[in-house]
């Protein structure tokens, strides 16, 4: 099982990004999908999280009205629309997969991303 996270990169503040996450190895339609982060000498926290069926989506607070969280069960694939981007925003962003609804902390998901890097300019 394999999850392999993409999109990131260097963008000014302001900016958008798109990260996908594609799984390998198993279908994840019937798991919960999050996204964290993790910026230098801070852990790793909640961003945002979608249902099996994309019916609910979670969002902590510093990114709600910014960023979307959507998923393809077809394509075994979900995705982080990032708008708006700030500095503050620069970190490592993880996706990950688990069976516990509306999960928002790292533990009680199973299965992880190896991140992709995120830079936002001022």
């Known amino acids: 099982v394999q999850l392999q996270a993409s999109g990131g990169g260097l963008v000014q503040a302001g900016g958008s990004l798109r990260l996908s996450c594609a799984a390998s190895g198993r279908t994840f339609a019937t798991y919960n999908m999050g996204w964290f982060r993790q910026a230098p000498g801070k852990e790793r926290e909640f961003v945002a999280a979608?249902?099996?069926?994309?019916?609910?989506?979670y969002y902590a607070d510093s990114v709600k009205g910014r960023f979307t969280i959507s998923r393809d069960n077809a394509r075994n694939t979900w995705y982080l629309q990032m708008n708006s981007l700030k500095p503050e925003d620069t970190a490592v962003y993880y996706c990950a997969a688990g069976r516990k609804y509306a999960a928002r902390t790292a533990s009680e998901y199973d299965y992880w991303g190896q991140g992709t890097q995120v830079t936002v300019s001022s």
């Open positions: 979608i249902s099996w069926s994309g019916g609910r989506t």
